[in-house]
């Protein structure tokens, strides 16, 4: 029994060899020792010199089940999950039902089970059917498996039912996870941000503001409360501003950014009609972005995440106003990070995957994202010299709603392993004895 994974390199560059078993990492040899392991005639996976790191991650994921299957499910999420090299996924409790019931709660969890191909951890609803008006019962929900509250999709309207929420999560020691968008700020039909682009296209436009000020609010509730507060898909300037300050005061706010708002900017949007451009939080300006790449560098933004968010092409083609918002990420998010701003020499390898891996799990308590003898047996392979084109036809997602698509990205995953089994692979041999000493 067992799996070596050999002829590995770290983030670091060390040579790395890794032995699974039983779902858990069982030895980890390092530098000029790794060539030469012991494999016992075990199954041996070449890494062929390739990063090996902790699979990766992803607090913020939109898997669409139940109700939305035609959008995506559970298992065509997990696989998405997988072929991105995440072995965990955060869901987001907006479906249909959306999670405000532990019955529902639990099916999720079971669902994500018995696919197997990554570890579905479901939030469970802030409020009762996302709608602002009663709470959900969160220890009901904790039990069922949720890892915390969310109303992600829309923002908690009322200050006293947010504050509320986070006493009662605080109570369990559960976080509160929040989109932030105050609606008396949005004008009706707004599918990008105030900017350059809509006064171009005369179009009505969504502010900064209207982000910002739940944040600020929110970072106040959560200092009044103790809860851990984790604000969804920062995009503005303002909100990095407030987090910062949160921060430098002692309140427990922790916060994420998607690679769309480090990478994207409304002046990049190509026309006023393609709706794999509209997400929400919108694109917003070069300055935006700048102030997002300079939050995550001063620790303001402590992880990455996708909010990989499925529509069907039907949806996507209804025109903006219409159409949906959201695009996909999970299987492009590492070699975009990867690409621009680690190829680039911005940051770091470890810098990005800390973000990735372990950082995602001490903030929300994870026993995976580590490469520690003891630790699930979660691990990735990326080729991190292999250049691709981004084609939304081959992804594993049904969701093709990318702007990413036609870029040339270095760092593709080739094998991740899930507790100790492989769970997707694109390298040639596995079980090759090559190696085998
Ligand atoms: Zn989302």
Known sequence: MGIWIVNGRTAEGEKIAVLAENGVIVDIVRGDAADAVTTDGR??????????????????????????????????????????GFTTVACMPNTRPVLDKA????????????????????????SIGELGRELADYEALRDAGAIGFTDDGVGVQSAGMMKEAMRRAAALGMPII???????????????????????????????????????RDILLAEATGVHYHVCHVSTEQSARLIRLGKQVGVNVT?????????????????????????????????????????????TIDIFVTDHAPHSEEEKARGVERA?????????????????????????????????????????????????????ADLTIIDLEEERKVDPATFASKGKNTPFAGWHLKGWPKLTMLGGDIVWSELAEKGSDEFVS
């Open 324 to 376: 949906p918002f959201g695009i996909v990420g999970l299987e492009t998010a590492f070699p975009l990070l990867y690409t621009k701003f680690v190829a680039t020499g911005r940051w770091t390898l470890p810098f990005v995957l800390e973000r990735l891996t372990s950082r995602p799990a001490q903030l929300f308590g994870l026993p995976t994202g580590k490469l520690e003898i003891g630790a699930p």
């Open 43 to 84: 199954e041996v996976v070449d890494a062929g010199g390739r990063l090996l790191t902790a699979g990766l991650i992803d607090m913020h994921v939109h898997f669409r089940e139940p109700g939305f299957e035609y959008k995506e499910d559970i298992e065509t999420g997990s696989r998405s999950a997988a072929k991105g």
């Open 103 to 126: 019955e529902t709660v639990a099916k999720v969890v079971a669902r994500g089970e018995s696919v197997g191909l990554t570890r579905v951890l479901p939030y469970g609803c802030i």
């Open 255 to 299: 916060a994420e950014v998607c690679p769309h708002h480090l990478l994207l900017s409304d002046e990049d949007i190509p026309n006023a009609t393609d709706a794999n451009w509209k997400m929400n939080p919108p694109l917003r300006s070069p300055r935006d972005v700048e102030a997002m790449i300079a939050a995550v560098e001063d620790g």
């Open 178 to 216: 929040a989109h932030c968008e105050d609606d008396t700020l949005l004008p009706g039909g707004a599918a990008f941000s105030v900017g350059e682009f809509v006064k171009k296209h005369g179009l009505p436009g969504i502010p900064n503001e209207s982000e910002a000020i739940h944040v600020g």
